[in-house]
C-alpha cells in the first residue's frame, strides 16, 4: 500500500471518530470541564469577589489552612473510610446471595435493594429520623408497649455512617454483582475437584476475579460518601461538621464563592487522587468484557 | 388535626395549663399598649385598589408571567392561586435561603429574572436601592395602606424608604420578634426573660439546640456577649464575639436547621429550647395545640440598647419583611398588581397565617377586616394575647433587624465555632 493511500485511510478512521465523539467531548466541555475551570478560578479570587476574573490570591487556602478546616476534611474522608469499608461487608454476601439465587428470589430482592432509590433522599433520612428520635417510631412505639425506650438514637457519628451506609448500598451492590459475573462457575467447580477449600476458592479464586467490580464499588462509594452532606445534617445534627457542609455554607450563608470554591477544589483533589490509584488496579475492558 | 409533633407515648396538652402558664408573661404584657384593630378605611382603600388594579391589568398587553423571589409564605398556593385566579398571570415562585445569598443573586443578573423581591428590612435601603437592583413604587398609591397597621408601623416607616426619604422602597407585611423559644414546662419562661440568654447557654447547657440559621445564630450571639451586631465592632467586642459563638456551640445539644424538628424536640422534651428562635419557630407547634412551646424575649438588653423610653434596653431582634419591585429590564405592572394585592385583607391573612409549616403575625393586623379573619387558636399560635399586648410585648424588647457590617469575620467564627464543637 502506498504511503499516501495509508494516509488517506488513516486520517478518514481518525476524522470519522473524531466526528463520532464530539458531541462527547463538547457535553463534557460544557458541562465537566467548563465548571470545573470556573471552581478552579474562583478558589483564587480574593474574598467577596463574584467574578472569577479578578486579580488571583492565594488567600482562600491559607484561610482554610488557619480555620480548622483539616476538622471536616478529616470527618468526611473518616466517614468515607467507615462507610465503604461497611458496605463491602455487607454487599459482597448479599451480592453472591442475589448471584446464586435465581429467577424469582433474585428479582425480588434486587427490588428490594432497588426500590427506596426511587424516593428523595433526603426523605428517605428524615423518615430515619423520625424512627430513630425521642418520641419517634421506635422509642415512642417502645415506650407505649413496655414503658421505656432507647430515647434519641440520632444526634451521633454512628447514625450518619448507618445513613450513609443504607443511602449508598446500591452504589456498592450492583458492581460487585457485575463483578461476580466475572466468576464462572466451572472454575470454582474445578478448584472443588483440585481440592480447595471454600476459602482458598474465595481468596484465589472468587476475590481476585471479582476485584474489577470490588474496586469500582468501593472507589464510586468512596467519592460520593466524600462528598456526603445530608446525613450528618439530618440523622448526626450537626455532632460533625462535614467538608460538603462548609462548602455549602460558603456559597450560601457566608457568600464567600471564592471559599467555597477553594473547599471544592481541595475535596475533587481528595477525590482526584483516590480515583488515580484505584484506576491503576481496574482494567476497565476486562470489566465490561471487551477483551 | 392530627398532631405532627406530638410523640408516640405522650398525652395532648392540655390547653387552658398551658394558658395558665403564660398568665405571668401575659399580665406583664399587658403593660404594652394593646392592638386596637381599626374599622376600616386603609382595608376598604386596599380592597378598592385591588379592583382597580385588576380592571387595568385586563386591558393591558403585558407580559403575562410574574417571578418572584421570596421567603415562604409568598411562594405558596394559599396566596399566589387566588393570585393567578384573578389575574390570569402565571407566577413562578423561587424560594430564598438566604437574604445575602438573594441580594448576590440580584447583582449577578437576577434582575433580568425577578419582578418581585422579599427580603428582610435593611437590605433594601442600604445597598439594593443604592445599587439600582429595586425600583421605587408609587408612594401616593400605597401611603393611605398605612392606616391598615399595627402601632410602631406607621406612616413613613423608616425600612421602607430611601435615605432621602422620598422614595417608596417596598410594602412591609410579616415580622416577628427574635430571640430565643422554649418549652415552658421544661425551663421557666419567667426565669429565660430574666436571666437572658446566659440562662439558656448557660444554665441550659446540654439541654438546648441551635437553630441554625447562620446569619440569625451570628446577630444573638452579638446580643448575648452584650452588643449590638449592626454595627462595627472593636477588638474585644470581636474576641468577646468568639468567646461566645464557641460556647453557644460548645454547651449546644443539637444543631439543626429543621424548625419543625426542633419543636418536635422540645415537646418530646429532648431539648429545653433553642437558640436563637422567633415567633415563627414556635407558631406551628402551637397552632397543633402546643402552646407550651413559645418565644421569649429576655428583659434586659445590652448597655447600649438602654434608652429613656426603653431603659432595661432591648435584647431581641426584630425583623420585618419588606417585599419590592426588582428593576428588571423589562418589567411587568404584574409586579406591583402583587403588591397591592397583598394588601386586600384576605391576601395578608392568608400570608400570615396560611404558608405551611409557619405562621406570622402581620401588619396589616392593625385593620379589623384582616384581624377578624384570624382564629382564636391561629392568634395564640402567633403569641397574640389580648388585644395583642403578649406579641406586643416581644415586639418592644427588640431592635430592629439590620446589616452587620462585621458580619463576614463573624461567619468564618462562627464556621470555626462549629467545626470544633465535637473535638
Known amino acids: ?291 | 388535626m392530627t398532631n405532627v409533633y406530638r410523640n408516640f407515648s405522650s398525652s395532648r396538652r392540655d390547653f387552658i395549663r398551658s394558658t395558665a402558664s403564660l398568665a405571668a408573661t401575659v399580665g406583664a404584657a399587658s403593660m404594652i399598649p394593646a392592638v386596637s384593630a381599626r374599622a376600616d378605611s386603609g382595608a376598604d382603600y386596599a380592597n378598592d385598589l385591588w379592583e382597580r388594579t385588576k380592571a387595568e391589568l385586563s386591558g393591558g398587553n403585558h407580559r403575562m408571567e410574574l417571578n418572584i423571589h421570596a421567603w415562604e409564605g409568598y411562594t405558596e398556593e394559599p396566596v399566589l392561586d387566588p393570585f393567578s385566579r384573578q389575574t390570569g398571570a402565571k407566577v413562578n415562585p423561587q424560594m430564598l435561603i438566604s437574604d445575602p445569598a438573594a441580594v448576590n443573586n440580584l447583582r449577578g443578573g437576577g434582575t433580568k429574572t425577578w419582578d418581585v423581591i422579599n427580603l428582610n428590612n435593611a437590605w433594601q435601603r442600604k445597598m439594593l436601592y443604592p445599587e439600582g437592583l429595586i425600583t421605587p413604587l408609587d408612594k401616593d398609591k400605597y401611603q393611605p395602606l398605612y392606616e391598615m397597621n399595627v402601632p410602631g408601623f406607621e406612616w413613613p416607616y423608616h425600612w421602607t424608604l430611601d435615605v432621602s426619604g422620598n422614595h417608596l422602597l417596598g410594602i412591609i407585611q410579616r415580622y416577628g420578634p427574635s430571640a430565643m423559644v422554649i418549652n415552658s414546662d421544661l425551663i421557666s419562661a419567667d426565669t429565660v426573660e430574666k436571666g437572658g440568654y446566659a440562662e439558656m447557654i448557660d444554665g441550659a447547657a446540654g439541654k438546648y439546640a441551635i437553630l441554625d440559621y447562620e446569619n440569625w445564630v451570628i446577630m444573638h450571639a452579638c446580643m448575648a456577649a452584650g452588643f449590638t451586631p449592626f454595627r462595627t465592632h472593636s477588638d474585644a467586642e470581636m474576641a468577646a464575639y468568639k468567646d461566645m459563638i464557641f460556647k453557644i456551640f460548645k454547651n449546644a445539644k443539637k444543631v439543626s436547621d429543621d424548625q419543625a424538628a426542633l419543636a418536635r424536640d422540645m415537646i418530646t422534651g429532648e431539648v429545653v429550647g433553642c437558640f436563637p428562635g422567633s415567633v415563627y419557630t414556635a407558631s406551628a407547634a402551637r397552632n397543633e395545640g402546643e402552646t407550651q412551646i413559645m418565644n421569649v424575649v429576655p428583659i434586659e438588653g445590652p448597655e447600649e440598647t438602654k434608652t429613656a423610653s426603653h431603659p432595661n434596653g432591648r435584647a431581641g431582634i426584630i425583623w420585618i419583611e419588606v417585599t419590592s419591585l426588582v428593576a428588571n429590564p423589562s418589567p411587568t405592572p404584574l409586579a406591583d398588581a402583587f403588591l397591592v394585592y397583598c394588601h386586600t385583607p384576605e391576601a395578608a391573612y392568608r400570608v400570615g397565617a396560611k404558608s405551611p409549616g409557619t405562621l406570622n403575625p402581620v401588619v396589616q393586623m392593625g385593620s379589623n377586616d384582616c384581624l377578624s379573619k384570624w382564629s382564636k387558636d391561629e392568634l395564640d399560635a402567633i403569641q397574640w394575647g389580648e388585644g395583642g399586648s403578649w406579641l406586643g410585648s416581644l415586639v418592644d424588647r427588640c431592635i430592629d433587624f439590620d446589616i452587620n457590617p462585621d458580619y463576614d469575620a463573624m461567619h468564618d467564627m462562627y464556621t470555626e465555632a462549629k467545626r470544633t464543637r465535637g473535638s
Not at chain 1, 89 to 108: E, H, N, T, W
Open chain 1, 1 to 291: 500500500m502506498d504511503s499516501r493511500k495509508l494516509t488517506t485511510r488513516v486520517w478518514s478512521s481518525l476524522s470519522s471518530g473524531l466526528l463520532c465523539s464530539a458531541p462527547l467531548f463538547v457535553l463534557l466541555g460544557l458541562g465537566f470541564f467548563g465548571p470545573l475551570a470556573l471552581v478552579i478560578l474562583y478558589s483564587v479570587q480574593p474574598r467577596g469577589s463574584f467574578s472569577p476574573f479578578g486579580t488571583p490570591t492565594l488567600e482562600n487556602y491559607r484561610d482554610i489552612i488557619e480555620q480548622a478546616f483539616y476538622l471536616s476534611f478529616g470527618w468526611s474522608l473518616l466517614l468515607a473510610i467507615i462507610s465503604t469499608t461497611i458496605l463491602l461487608i455487607i454487599c459482597y454476601p448479599l451480592a453472591l446471595a442475589l448471584k446464586r439465587y435465581s429467577g424469582a428470589m433474585a428479582d425480588i430482592l434486587t427490588l428490594l435493594v432497588v426500590a427506596p432509590l426511587f424516593v428523595a433522599e433526603n426523605i428517605r433520612l428524615q423518615g430515619w429520623v423520625l424512627f430513630f428520635d425521642k418520641g419517634g417510631f421506635l422509642d415512642g412505639g417502645l415506650n407505649h408497649l413496655f414503658g421505656f425506650g432507647p430515647g434519641s438514637l440520632v444526634n451521633n457519628v454512628p447514625s450518619i455512617v448507618f445513613g450513609m451506609v443504607y443511602v449508598y448500598l446500591p452504589f456498592m451492590l450492583f458492581p460487585i454483582l457485575l463483578g461476580l459475573s466475572n466468576v464462572p462457575a466451572d472454575v470454582r467447580e474445578a478448584a472443588l475437584d483440585l481440592g480447595a477449600n471454600k476459602w482458598r476458592i474465595f481468596r484465589d479464586i472468587e476475590i481476585p476475579l471479582a476485584m474489577p467490580g470490588i474496586l469500582i464499588g468501593s472507589l464510586l462509594c468512596f467519592v460520593i460518601s466524600l462528598g456526603a452532606f445530608s446525613e450528618a445534617k439530618f440523622l448526626g445534627k450537626g455532632v460533625i461538621v462535614t467538608i460538603a457542609q462548609d462548602i455549602e455554607s460558603a456559597f450560601t450563608f457566608g457568600q464567600n464563592w471564592p471559599r467555597g470554591s477553594a473547599l471544592a477544589v481541595l475535596l475533587i483533589i481528595l477525590a482526584g487522587t483516590a480515583v488515580f490509584f484505584a484506576m491503576r488496579k481496574i482494567d476497565l475492558n476486562k470489566v465490561l468484557g471487551t477483551r
